[in-house]
């Protein structure tokens, strides 16, 4: 990738949202095969930082972003940035797990299609590499043409990492992708997490401070638009520099 | 007054109005069906008018109605379809676009004879198809635009925000996520519009009147550019135009007309249901 090990790097980076500044000049830099948390308190715009890098804040009217972001080296926003690719080297899990209503090895063969990168004779392979990856081959490898929707919870958030891994992304964007789960199922993708940054650098978003403590290499702890601190989990969350973290950490507001 | 008694009064009254609105369609029915059934026979279905329409049967006419139906159809639907994804996936809310929903809506208010006459100078005159299936078909077509692009639009705003986000953040581009994304999931409504429409086009006299319906034609349409006959203007012209045309006769034709009608409002709920009990978002 990168020279230095860095997945996405940015610089002066701020988002409006028509007038409302609901990022202002955040410099970041999110290491390659690490697990990234970002966490602060609701509305600080932790979940706009996520979409800026598979830029689906473009979907809303009125966005505007100045400064640089680079991913892979490459910066996201010049002209000639190919929005499509971009989206295909950097996948996103949502909130909610949210699979098609189609069956399991069409949700997992939706991005191959649209990108047409696989003749058909190797979906089998590509779809079992991708639920092994999740560690859903066992469960569901006699149900591939059921539904998707009549998976568990877990299930269904596991396919979703899943359908994004046949693209072969670079960096997996997560939105609190356990806020739904319980707290069992919730340990199970923090495991999964641990085992895919072996491969793919993760940006995970969490309103739960022992999932950032647990489950992430480096905090970044966000606060009205701004990144207030970035660092070593470990440090974070027993020597934070700054006043605001500690005071947010520690659970004196939230 | 105790909440029991209440509720059974609401109840009441609510039954009551429901079969102040079925009974009279189980009455028109009724009669249409005594009066009618017995003319009906595999000869009326299907062989030529004879005698000035006094004998024989009515296949030009049905034939017809279908041919028109299918033309409307063909025409109506792709571009019903397109307007609806238009509307709902690409254009923001600007004042085209709320024109243009403000168009469809009155659209769907105009009478239908109006329709007929702007078939007439817009197809039969002005574009020289004269009276034809074709001039028929685009005026049946323009008439059931509105419910095609209603229900499509219908169809497409209930397809769940999520199915076009995921789809665009695996990196499909905005016509593969509408075309993989969302239409497939709009398809049910998307048909049930069709068949509407398609039960209007089959039931409506004014729109053909001037732009294609044949009084007399003993014979097939051979091309688009054909006049035909047609069941709703058939059944006009022995009820009112024709002297001495058997009661059962009559009757008998209106019993076609009205069987296509329900055949195909029947297949779009069956189709519905059939695509709900499948959808579970
Ligand atoms: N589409 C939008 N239009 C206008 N303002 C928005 C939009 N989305 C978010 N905002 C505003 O931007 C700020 C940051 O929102 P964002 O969703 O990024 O916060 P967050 O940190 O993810 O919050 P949460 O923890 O509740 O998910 C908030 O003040 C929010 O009101
Ligand atoms: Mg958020």
Redesign the interface.
């Known amino acids: 990738m990168s020279m230095s090990g860095i997945a996405i790097a940015t610089q002066r980076l701020d988002l409006f949202y028509g007038d409302f500044q609901a990022l202002t000049a955040v410099d970041l830099q999110v290491p390659e095969r690490e697990v990234t948390a970002l966490i602060g308190p609701s509305g600080c715009g932790k979940s706009t930082l996520l979409r800026v890098f598979?830029r689906?804040n473009d979907?809303i009217?009125g966005v505007r972003v100045s400064g640089q972001v680079l991913i892979g080296g490459k910066d996201i926003y010049a002209v000639d940035a190919d929005l499509?690719?971009?989206?295909?080297k950097v996948?996103?899990v949502?909130q909610?797990p949210?699979p098609?209503?189609l069956s399991v090895f069409e949700n997992i063969t939706?991005?191959l299609?649209?990108?047409q990168l696989a003749p058909r004779r190797e979906y089998d392979m590509i779809v079992e590499k991708a639920l092994r990856s999740v560690l859903l081959w066992d469960d569901l490898k006699d149900k591939l043409q059921r539904?998707a929707?009549g998976l568990s919870l877990e299930q269904q958030q596991r396919l979703c990492i899943a359908?994004?891994l046949p693209?072969k992304p670079q960096v997996l964007l997560m939105d609190e992708p356990c806020s739904a789960l319980d707290p069992i199922a919730t340990l199970h993708i923090e495991e999964l997490m641990q085992k895919l940054k072996q491969e793919y650098t993760i940006v995970i978003v969490t309103h739960n401070m022992q999932q950032a403590a647990r489950a992430s290499d480096r905090t970044g702890f966000m606060y009205l638009g701004k990144l207030v601190e970035f660092g070593l989990t470990a440090k974070i969350f027993t020597q934070p520099a700054q006043e605001l973290t500690e005071n947010y950490i520690s659970g004196r507001f939230g | 007054m105790s909440a029991r008694l209440a509720q059974k009064i609401a109840f009441t009254i609510l039954l009551l109005a429901t079969l102040l609105v079925v009974l009279p369609v189980i009455f028109i029915l009724g009669i249409i069906v005594a009066k009618g059934a017995s003319a009906i026979s595999w000869e009326f279905l299907f062989s030529m008018p004879r005698d000035g329409m006094t004998a024989g049967g009515i296949f030009p006419a049905v034939l017809g109605t279908l041919y028109l139906v299918l033309g409307a159809v063909l025409f109506a639907v792709p571009l019903g379809v397109l307007a609806a994804v238009y509307l709902v996936e690409y254009s923001?809310d600007n004042w085209f676009s709320r024109l243009v929903k403000l168009a469809i809506v009155n659209l769907a208010g105009v009478p239908s004879v109006v329709y007929g006459l702007f078939g007439l100078g817009i197809f039969v005159t002005f574009f020289r198809f004269g009276a034809s299936i074709l001039s028929g078909s685009l005026t049946l077509g323009i008439m059931i635009l509105p419910v095609i692009i209603t229900s499509a639009r219908e169809a497409l705003e209930s397809v769940p925000r999520?199915?076009r986000?995921?789809?665009?953040?695996?990196?499909?581009?905005r016509w593969?996520t509408i075309r993989?994304?969302v239409l497939p999931?709009a398809l049910p409504g998307i048909l049930t519009g069709m068949i509407l429409g398609l039960g209007r086009a089959a039931g409506e006299t004014a729109p053909i009147l001037f732009t294609v319906a044949a009084f007399y034609l003993p014979r097939l349409p051979q091309s688009v550019f054909d006049q035909t006959m047609a069941l709703p203007y058939h059944l006009y012209v022995i009820s009112t135009q024709v002297p001495g045309i058997a009661e059962n006769v009559r009757y008998g034709t209106a019993l076609v007309l009205l069987t296509l009608v329900l055949l195909l409002n029947l297949a779009a709920i069956v189709l519905r249901s059939r695509f709900r009990r499948k959808?579970?978002?």
């Not at chain 1, 499509?84 to 295909?88: F, H, V, W």
């Not at chain 2, 986000?165 to 581009?173: E, I, R």
């Open positions: 598979n689906m979907l009217d499509l690719r971009l989206r295909e996948g996103m949502f909610r949210n098609f209503p939706f991005g299609a649209v990108h539904s929707l359908r994004v693209l | 923001s999520h199915f986000t995921v789809s665009l953040s695996l990196g499909a581009s593969q993989h994304s999931h959808k579970k978002w």
